[in-house]
């Protein structure tokens, strides 16, 4: 055999080698008809940016009410309304608060009071209340907490508030309320009161 044919030969050989299977990264060769996976360095995981510790965010915290704030209750006594009315210079009105506000049963007008001169023979007393909400609303109560009055309060300073547009001068004390009107009128003679005492209604 020549030469040259021997060369032939072995560089056939090293073809077919060659051919017969699939080199791996490394070098070396799978069997014929495995796929190899390609090695990769393992990259660094992506660090997380560290988190913000989670401010607590605190509840707003409620203002407390104002003292004023809540309904009160009081009575109307005839010979009270009686002395209130005269004091403020309003006697004329007393037959009509007394019967307005329920205090002679049976009499559903000033003409049935039997004696004007002592309007308050066989008087009851009947219970009434004022309320002032936290959004500057004011009303009153009769005896069977009917609304019998409204309007808008505001305070104006520590010793005084106002309903609409008549100023009074106020002290709390406790549970208790006591008021008068600034300059007083009728209407507003008749929701203070002077004197009376006005008790915190427990809710």
Same mark, same amino acid.
């Given at each position: ?42 990259? /660094?995981? #992506? *660090? %997380? $940016? !560290? +988190? =913000?510790? /989670?401010? #607590? *965010? %605190? $509840? !707003? +915290? =409620? ?141």
């Amino acid at each position: 055999m020549s030469r040259s044919i021997v060369i032939v030969g072995i560089a056939v050989s090293m073809v077919v080698v060659a051919c017969s299977g699939v080199a791996s990264p490394s070098g070396v060769a799978a069997p014929s008809g495995t796929i190899m996976e390609p090695i990769s360095s393992p990259s /660094a995981a #992506p *660090t %997380a $940016a !560290p +988190s =913000e510790a /989670a401010v #607590p *965010t %605190a $509840a !707003p +915290s =409620e203002l407390p009410a104002h003292p004023l704030v809540g309904e009160w209750l009081g009575e109307h006594r005839c010979e009270h309304i009686v002395e209130a009315l005269t004091a403020a210079g309003f006697a004329e009105t007393i037959l009509d608060n007394i019967v307005g506000n329920r205090l002679l049963p049976g009499v559903a007008g000033v003409d049935q009071i039997a004696d004007p001169d002592d309007p308050c023979e066989g008087a009851i007393v009947v219970p009434h209340s004022h309320e002032f909400t936290a959004d500057g609303r004011f009303a009153s109560y009769d005896g069977s907490h009917q609304q019998v009055d409204d309007g808008a309060f505001t305070i104006v300073d520590e010793d005084t508030f106002a309903i609409d547009r008549t100023t009074f001068t106020y002290v709390v004390e406790g549970d208790e309320l006591r008021f008068e009107a600034d300059e007083p009128t009728q209407w507003s003679t008749m929701v203070a009161l002077p004197g009376l005492v006005w008790e915190r209604v427990e809710e």
